[in-house]
C-alpha cells in the first residue's frame, strides 16, 4: 500500500490504546491496528482530533524493535 492509500482508510471506530509504559501525565501517543489492512495510527492522546500519523504495520515492528533493543540510529 502507499503513503496516500493509507490516509484514505478511516479511523472511525478503530480501537486506541496506550503503551502499558505510560505515565499519568497524559504526556503520550496513541496507537490503534487498522483491521482492514496492515496499517498502525499514531496520535497524540492531549489532541485526538488532530490527523492521526499512518505507518505500515513492518515500519513500526520495525520501530518497536529497535526501541525495545535500544538500536535507533539518527537519520
Not at 491496528?33 to 495510527?41: G, L
Not at 515500519?59 to 518497536?64: E, P, Q, V, Y
Not at 529497535?66 to 537519520?75: F, G, N, S, V
Request: glycine fraction near 6%.
Amino acid at each position: 500500500m502507499n503513503v496516500s492509500g493509507m490516509y484514505d482508510i478511516e479511523l472511525d471506530g478503530v480501537a486506541w490504546r496506550k503503551s502499558s509504559y505510560t505515565a499519568n501525565n497524559d504526556q503520550c501517543v496513541e496507537i490503534a491496528d487498522v483491521p482492514t489492512c496492515p496499517v498502525v495510527a499514531v496520535r497524540d492522546s492531549k489532541n485526538p482530533h488532530i490527523p492521526a500519523a499512518r505507518v505500515s504495520g513492518t515500519a513500526w515492528g520495525t520501530f518497536i524493535q529497535a526501541a525495545k533493543y535500544e538500536t535507533l540510529r539518527p537519520a
